[in-house]
């Protein structure tokens, strides 16, 4: 076990390399120090929205620089982070918002043909919970809040010293998985930061990755075996 942190290894290399590239996705190419100013940005206007201390917040995004921001940023906010992943529809993700009691959901607009805002903007009556749907991407529907503003901008009157002493330590739930079963609604799982850390060593200890190692996430970031393929080289 270890008290390491997700927080802690990207503000650690967002120190030591931060002009190196750090995520690559469809649509960016980040740096270290690029990202970790998102992450900030972000975990500071989810304060500026009024969530509390493990409430939650409900992604559903693809492999997208933004749901390893928005996990980061829940993480250094106190925030509980579940990722959804992107097959599922209104059934599963009714369910998911439900059991999680979740007050955020985080979502593309369109993605591979199919409408998400719409999906959650229909469920939102049936939940009680659900205060905000917030649309990630270049894209986004009339109406709708974007995510990327969030990103890219912290909100007035709030530094990064507000942010002190709210993050997970490593042996605390800091995020729910979400398991996709067999024909059966999705299951939520508790997972501290230490397990996943664990997992991670052991990923990268038996890969051979290292600092200058580049490793492909094919499969969906916020599963438990998504996980360790953008952190483990961190």
Same mark, same amino acid.
């Given at each position: 076990?270890?008290?390491?942190?997700?927080?802690?290894?990207?503000?650690?290399?967002?120190?030591?390399?931060?002009?190196?590239?750090?995520?690559?996705?469809?649509?960016?190419?980040?740096?270290?120090?690029?990202?970790?100013?998102? %992450?900030?940005?972000?975990?500071?206007?989810?304060?500026?929205?009024?969530?509390?201390?493990?409430?939650?917040?409900?992604?559903?995004?693809?492999?997208?620089?933004?749901?390893?921001?928005?996990?980061?940023?829940?993480?250094?906010?106190?925030?509980?982070?579940?990722?959804?992943?992107?097959?599922?529809?209104?059934?599963?993700?009714?369910? %998911?918002?439900?059991?999680?009691?979740?007050?955020?959901?985080?979502?593309?607009?369109?993605?591979?043909?199919?409408?998400?805002?719409?999906?959650?903007?229909?469920?939102?009556?049936?939940?009680?919970?659900?205060?905000?749907?917030?649309?990630?991407?270049?894209?986004?529907?009339?109406?709708?809040?974007?995510?990327?503003?969030?990103?890219?901008?912290?909100?007035?009157?709030?530094?990064?010293?507000?942010?002190?002493?709210?993050?997970?330590?490593?042996?605390?739930?800091?995020?729910?998985?979400?398991?996709?079963?067999?024909?059966?609604?999705?299951?939520?799982?508790?997972?501290?930061?230490?397990?996943?850390?664990?997992?991670?060593?052991?990923?990268?200890?038996?890969?051979?990755?290292?600092?200058?190692?580049?490793?492909?996430?094919?499969?969906?970031?916020?599963?438990?075996?998504?996980?360790?393929?953008?952190?483990?080289?961190?």
């Amino acid at each position: 076990w270890t008290d390491e942190t997700f927080y802690g290894i990207w503000e650690r290399n967002a120190r030591l390399y931060p002009q190196e590239e750090a995520f690559v996705d469809w649509h960016s190419r980040l740096t270290w120090a690029q990202m970790e100013e998102g %992450i900030d940005n972000l975990a500071l206007n989810l304060l500026e929205m009024d969530i509390k201390r493990d409430q939650v917040v409900v992604s559903q995004l693809p492999n997208w620089n933004e749901v390893m921001q928005l996990r980061l940023a829940c993480e250094k906010a106190g925030i509980l982070f579940a990722g959804a992943i992107m097959p599922f529809r209104h059934t599963e993700m009714e369910h %998911i918002l439900r059991v999680t009691e979740a007050v955020a959901a985080v979502i593309p607009w369109n993605f591979r043909g199919f409408d998400h805002y719409a999906m959650v903007r229909e469920l939102k009556p049936r939940l009680p919970h659900l205060k905000h749907i917030l649309v990630a991407g270049a894209e986004v529907p009339p109406g709708a809040s974007p995510l990327q503003p969030m990103l890219e901008t912290p909100p007035r009157g709030r530094g990064r010293e507000a942010l002190k002493g709210l993050a997970y330590p490593a042996m605390e739930t800091s995020a729910i998985g979400i398991t996709s079963g067999t024909t059966g609604l999705p299951k939520c799982v508790e997972w501290s930061t230490a397990v996943i850390m664990l997992a991670l060593k052991v990923f990268a200890q038996t890969s051979g990755l290292n600092k200058e190692s580049v490793s492909l996430s094919i499969t969906p970031i916020v599963t438990g075996i998504g996980y360790p393929t953008p952190l483990s080289t961190a």
